[in-house]
Every structure is written in C-alpha cells, then in structure tokens.
C-alpha cells in the first residue's frame, strides 16, 4: 500500500459541516475528500426547510432549545441543546454574509416557516424549499476561492488508521464503480463530515452515495456510536418510485397543507392534537400506518397554495411535475422515508470522538441534540455549530499554522474491489423490511443474520463500513425494549420511564450480539 504524509488536515465528505469547517479552519491547510464534484452528493445540497433559528424578536433561543428537548423524547443533552441554540442566530448572519441569499421580508427581516413540534415560526428559508441547495453554493463559492482548502474531487475515505488509539491517518480509494487499490493519507488530524446512513434503506431521501459508510469506518477504527437505533424517518417523501425519493417539505404542513388518504379522509386529525403538524414520528408513523393498510397517504396543498406551489415551493413543484402529477390539480402521493440518522459517531462539546486526533461534526456525528427523534430544521444548524466547535479544537490542538504544506498528490492503481450492487439492495431491503418505521425482535434478528450472510459474502471495504453501521443500528434497536421517539418497537409499543438514557455501544458489542444471533440460527 502507497504512503503519503501531509501537513494538512483532512476533511472527510463535502457538504455543509466540511465545507464550513474547511472556511473556519482557514488559513490552516487542509485537503477535503469528496466522492463527487463539490456541490454534489450531499445531503446537505438536498434539504429543503432550512435553518432552525430564533430570528424574530418575539421568539428566544430558551424556547428553541425548549422544543428540541421536547421533540427528542427524553434523551436530548439539554446543555447541548441550548448551547446550539444560543449560537443559532451568529451562524444566520454569518451565512448571510457569506453570500447565502436567505429569503426577507419588505423590512429587512428574515422570512421564517413553522414546521413540525416547533412553538414559533424559526426556521430560515431560501427561494421557499432551497435553502440546502443556496447554502451549499454559498460556501462552494467560498471554499472555492480559500487559497488554504484543497480539494480532491472523486475520492473516496474507506477507513481510518490508529495507533495507541489515536487516529494516523485515512485510507482513501478513487470513487467510481471501478474502484482502486488503496492509499493511506497519514495527517495531524481528521475531521468527519460524510454525512448520515439513510440510503441503507430502500426508501430513503439521502442522496445514492450516503449510506452510512462514514458511521462504519470510525466504529471499524474502534470509536464509540452513540444511539445508531434512532433512525428519523420523514413522513413525506414523494412516493413515485424515484430512488431517492423526492422530498416534500414539512413547510407546505407549516403553510396548511394536509395529508390524506385515497378516500379523502384527513387522518392525522384522529392521531394527535397537532394533526399534520405532530412532531415527525408519529406522522410518519401515521403515514406508515396508512401505507400499511393500502390507503395511499397523500399530501393535499391544493387549498392551501394552489398556483403558488410553483413560487413558493420550486423544488417540490419541479418533482412533482418531473413524475406527472400537477399539485394544483392533485394531491401528492406520500411514504415514509429513511431521512436523518440522530446516532452517529458519539462526540463530546469540542466535536471530539472517543479516538484521539479525530472530530466529526454533521449528521455522522451524535452530539446528544437530537435525542430518539431530532425537532425540524435542526439539522444544518448542528452541522453548522459543531463545524465551528471542531475547527476551534483542532486548531487548539495542532497549534502553530503550518508555514507551508504542499498540495496532496494523489496517484490510483487499479486493485479494489468495489461493492456489489446486488449485495447492496438486498442490504437496504432488509433494513426497510426490518430495522424501519416500525421493529420487533423477530424482523431485527432477521436482519442482523441477513447482514452477516451478506458481509461474509461481498468483503469489499466499503460495503463493510456500509454493514458496520446496519449492525449498529439493528443491534441497538433489538437492545432498546422500549419505543421512543424515532424508535418504535411493536412488541415493547409503551415508553420505559426508567429508560430515558443515550445509547453508547461499540462495533465489537454490536457483532457480538450478531454471532450470538448467527450461533443460535445455526444450532
């Protein structure tokens, strides 16, 4: 295997959390490791709400913070949630003045939507459903012209190097279906910023390169994960056969739109006292539920928007269209979708893993915001904060900014094998069949034997970090005997009071439990 060492950090992913912490880092030099052209491929470019944050004079960061405790369902960090919360509105303006062209009002003041379990209208849009999409090419632009932030494009991170339990460096492999033997990239510090696992499910809004693979390597490498079993699942992704799914912004809820069923029966009225705008799992339990029984959830805007779906919701519109439904005529068929993965690699205040020399920030990591069900519009936010937090720590960390570090040369020979596509859809067919809206014991053993057979069958390195976190997440869910939040066990269906922990587990425990799952299957 070829060597290289640099003294740069290494950013691993491009979406919102890399892109800002690479600006933030500056002028220390860094090389960011994409798998795609920047700008693409990340779930970042894809959301649609926005930003959660208390702009409007009447609302207050308490509050905020108030309602992300609330919605996560008893295991949010409190401390952590009003920490995000209070540093919310520096992160607004500084993305405005970066360039992010946020939608206002006549006044001057920022134009904000209500969406799900939130008390106040605070999250922060552009041009309606592109706030993602405006964002990233903001920060593209930036990162673009900071002489200090390389980027290698159509590359790929596939493990991670430790020694005495710090990590020395990353295994990187030329991205693509041909793949490539392996080179490790030795570096004073590694960021991870990849992103989440929610195309580990057939169904799934994430972006086709997000599969949890960033998860895999640091829980291969030895790090502890924190709650992998609380898998958010959005109630409205737009169920036309796209893979990924299309995403109906919780905002046209916020605008009024209703969800109903092929009869026209609105049927979020008889689930909750907030209808459409419950907090999301249970209106994705509730849509689940309609799927279930061939009802054929829809999302009916017709009303409520009308013509105006087009200007005030683009993305959404052009989906639509894009798949022969016209929203001003008809109601949007709708699934719940795999959408945001709460757990992820466990991360103290500074975005530091339990592995020395290594951070993570973005929806890889788990910093104890979210709790078992993350409040709407949180997301970027998180992202935006802990790409901050990381970028101050590893600078405190390394010290002196490097007087010279030359650019990353990067030379591919042929030699990996890349993974099995095959294998892959059988992989995100069990984990929708299995570890989904809804679980019991008998489906998640099912699908932790079904893993195994499968990671002993396609041993490639990247469908091995893909298999390490569906381990992770199956594992944790069979452990948790309880439902909570995102989390909804049909055999244990009530909320354990005595139950209201984190979940902390590491790769080793989670394979345990699986050979002892594969043992017991065998004997």
């Not at 295997?1 to 992913?13: L, S």
């Not at 409007?56 to 609330?70: F, G, K, L, M, Y």
């Not at 989440?196 to 640091?218: D, K």
């Not at 992989?427 to 002993?456: C, F, K, N, P, T």
Request: glycine share 10%; with cysteine; hydrophobic share 45%.
């Amino acid at each position: 295997m070829h060597t290289h060492e640099t003294a740069r950090v290494v950013i691993v992913g491009a979406g919102l959390g890399a892109l800002y912490a690479a600006l933030k880092l500056a002028p220390r030099p860094v090389v960011m490791i994409s798998p795609e052209a920047l700008g693409t491929g990340a779930s970042s470019s894809w959301a649609q709400g926005g930003v959660a944050a208390a702009m409007d004079p009447a609302d207050s960061a308490e509050a905020h913070a108030a309602d992300t405790v609330r919605a996560g369902a008893g295991t949010v960090d409190a401390d952590v949630a009003e920490q995000v919360a209070r540093a919310a509105r520096a992160h607004i303006l500084d993305l405005t003045d970066l360039g992010t062209p946020f939608d206002r009002a006549d006044d001057g003041s920022y134009v904000m939507s209500r969406e799900a379990a939130h008390s106040f209208a605070r999250v922060v849009r552009v041009k309606g459903d592109q706030a993602g999409a405006e964002i990233m090419k903001a920060l593209v632009a930036q990162v673009r012209a900071t002489p200090s932030v390389q980027v290698l494009e159509d590359v790929l991170a596939t493990g991670l190097e430790t020694k005495d339990g710090k990590v020395t460096g990353v295994m990187l492999e030329r991205a693509g279906e041909g793949g490539s033997a392996p080179i490790l990239l030795r570096a004073p510090a590694v960021l991870l910023a990849g992103g989440g696992s929610g195309g580990l499910y057939a169904l799934t809004t994430n972006p086709r390169r997000i599969r949890g693979q960033v998860i895999g390597m640091a829980a291969r490498a030895g790090a502890v994960i924190a709650d992998p079993e609380f898998v958010q699942f959005h109630p409205t992704a737009i169920d036309v056969g796209e893979d990924p799914a299309p995403l109906a912004t919780e905002a046209l809820r916020g605008e009024g739109a209703v969800l109903i069923n092929r009869e026209g029966a609105r049927f979020m009225r008889d689930v909750h006292p907030d209808a459409e705008l419950a907090p999301r799992d249970v209106v994705a339990r509730a849509v689940f539920s309609q799927t279930q029984q061939g009802l054929r959830p829809m999302l009916d805007t017709r009303a409520v928007l009308g013509n105006r779906i087009g200007t005030l919701f683009p993305g959404v519109a052009a989906a639509c269209l894009r798949d022969g439904i016209d929203p001003t005529q008809q109601p949007i068929p709708v699934a719940a979708a795999a959408h945001y993965h709460m757990g992820g690699i466990d991360t103290d205040a500074q975005g530091r893993a339990s592995l020395g020399n290594l951070w993570v920030c973005g929806e890889a990591s788990s910093t104890g915001l979210h709790g078992a069900n993350r409040l709407a519009s949180n997301g970027l936010l998180e992202a935006l904060v802990y790409a901050r937090h990381c970028a101050l720590d590893i600078g405190a960390a390394l010290g002196d900014v490097p007087t010279k570090a030359a650019p990353v040369v990067l030379s591919f020979e042929e030699g990996a094998q890349a993974p099995d596509e095959t294998a892959v859809s059988e992989l995100r067919r069990l984990m929708s069949d299995h570890v989904g809206v809804v679980r019991d014991a008998e489906g998640l053993r099912q699908a932790l034997a079904g893993i195994a057979r499968l990671e002993a069958a396609f041993p490639s390195e990247t469908f091995r970090n893909m298999t390490a976190t569906a381990t992770l997440i199956a594992a944790a869910a069979l452990l948790r005997e309880e439902s909570r939040g995102a989390h909804c066990r049909s055999d244990f269906p009530d909320t354990a009071v005595d139950a209201a922990a984190r979940t902390r587990i590491t790769l080793s425990q989670a394979l345990d439990l699986r050979a002892s799952i594969v043992e017991e299957e065998l004997a």
